[in-house]
């Protein structure tokens, strides 16, 4: 018999499978890939460097919905926020990968260039260098606690009786719709404000 005309297992298929998995409950194993994709396990690992290098070829994919062009120039608070409105998004498509990719060290050479853009541009902007990552992490903590609170149900607090919680219902009862657009907006004005004063206080 020949060879298939389209290749039977390939990264880019094992990559849409355990993003399909993560996606569903969470997590994936590669057994489960090898039976989804109807092959044995064995032939996975020939194409992929075990779980490790699975999990970075799904933070490669989620990372390739984020724009980055912003980080290249411009004002460097401008291009920060208009990278993390696009870094949320890509999380918040796939919010069940965010405790799987933030929990385990990251090789991936397409992401890791995202963090050197930005990394150079908050230099350039005059950030001192030990608080560069400070910074950086700061930003991913908004961007991905936003990212788990889109999925999060519309109805987050159920209040069964609503006299014991009467400043709590009053609350709830005055929230418009875009509860997390508004959530997001202000915490990342926060925190590009507590930026600018530290960029500030460098020169006092």
Same mark, same amino acid.
């Given at each position: ?8 297992? $390939?990264r ?8 399909e ?5 969470? $997590?994936f194993? #590669? ?7 109807g #092959?044995?396990?064995?032939?996975v +690992?020939?194409?992929?460097?075990g779980r $490790? *290098?699975?999990? /970075?070829l799904l933070?490669?994919?989620?990372? /390739?919905s984020?724009? !980055? ?7 460097? @608070? ?5 990278w993390?409105?696009? +870094?949320?998004?890509? &999380? ?10 933030t !929990?385990?060290?990251?090789r991936?050479?397409r992401?890791? $260039?995202? +963090?050197e853009r ?7 902007a005059?950030?001192?260098?030990p @608080?560069v990552?400070?910074v950086? !992490?700061?930003l991913?903590?908004? #961007? ?6 889109l ?5 987050l607090?159920?209040?069964?009786d /609503? ?10 009862g005055?929230?418009?719709? *875009?509860?997390?657009?508004?959530a &997001? /907006?202000l915490a ?9 004063a530290?960029?500030?206080a460098?020169d006092e």
């Amino acid at each position: 018999m020949g060879r298939p005309r389209t290749p039977l297992l $390939d990264r880019e298929r094992i990559t849409t499978t355990a993003m399909e998995l993560v996606d569903e409950q969470g $997590d994936f194993s #590669v057994p489960q890939i090898a039976r989804r994709l109807g #092959v044995q396990t064995g032939s996975v +690992y020939h194409h992929v460097d075990g779980r $490790d *290098g699975i999990v /970075e070829l799904l933070r490669e994919r989620v990372a /390739e919905s984020i724009e !980055t062009a912003a980080l290249d120039g411009g004002v460097w @608070d401008e291009a920060l926020a208009a990278w993390a409105r696009s +870094y949320r998004a890509a &999380f918040a498509a796939h919010p069940k990968s965010i405790p799987l990719l933030t !929990t385990s060290p990251v090789r991936a050479p397409r992401v890791l $260039d995202q +963090y050197e853009r930005a990394v150079a541009l908050l230099l350039d902007a005059g950030f001192a260098l030990p @608080d560069v990552m400070s910074v950086i !992490t700061g930003l991913e903590n908004v #961007v991905l606690g936003s990212a788990l609170d889109l999925a999060a149900p519309e109805t987050l607090w159920v209040l069964a009786d /609503e006299t014991a919680t009467p400043h709590l219902a009053r609350a709830l009862g005055a929230t418009p719709r *875009g509860r997390t657009e508004q959530a &997001f /907006e202000l915490a990342l004005a926060g925190f590009l404000a507590h930026a600018r004063a530290m960029l500030a206080a460098y020169d006092e």
